[in-house]
């Protein structure tokens, strides 16, 4: 099992910078990808990023491309997200997740998830 405990969520406006992290713990010597997620009120969870387990690949949903990054350091067991530029469609609760292996970019691909923390761009 692996726990993710996400942190950094918070109000700002339009144009400002946050940067969400996440926290693994428990079997965190596999090798897992790991993802960032997010939720609008009423709306599905949709993938925003995801990086492998070495780091050398990241992959990114088009509307985010060029204003977020995600990262890791697997000698902390922490996976951040630097989110740029937010705008008020950003507005979510962003989820962390760990994944063996990444094939759909959708939901069912992650095995672990964190409780989310909220993003809220006023305009």
């Known amino acids: 099992q692996v726990q993710l405990v996400e942190s950094g969520g918070g109000l700002v406006q339009a144009g400002g910078s ?6 693994a713990s428990g079997r965190t010597n596999s090798r897992y990808a790991m993802g960032w997620f997010r939720q609008a009120p009423g709306k ?11 780091g ?10 060029g204003r977020f990054t995600i990262s ?11 989110m ?10 962003y989820f962390c997740a760990a994944a063996r ?9 992650f095995d672990f998830w964190g409780q989310g ?7």
């Open 18 to 23: 946050l940067r969400l992290s996440c926290a």
């Open 44 to 54: 599905e969870r949709l993938f925003v990023a995801a990086i492998s387990w070495s």
């Open 56 to 65: 050398g690949s990241t992959w990114y949903t088009d509307s985010v491309k």
């Open 72 to 82: 890791r350091d697997n000698a902390k067991n922490t996976v951040s997200l630097q």
């Open 84 to 93: 740029n530029s937010l705008k008020p469609e950003d507005t979510a609760v």
């Open 101 to 109: 292996t990444i094939v759909t970019y959708k939901p069912a691909d």
């Open 117 to 123: 923390t909220q993003v809220t761009v006023s305009s």
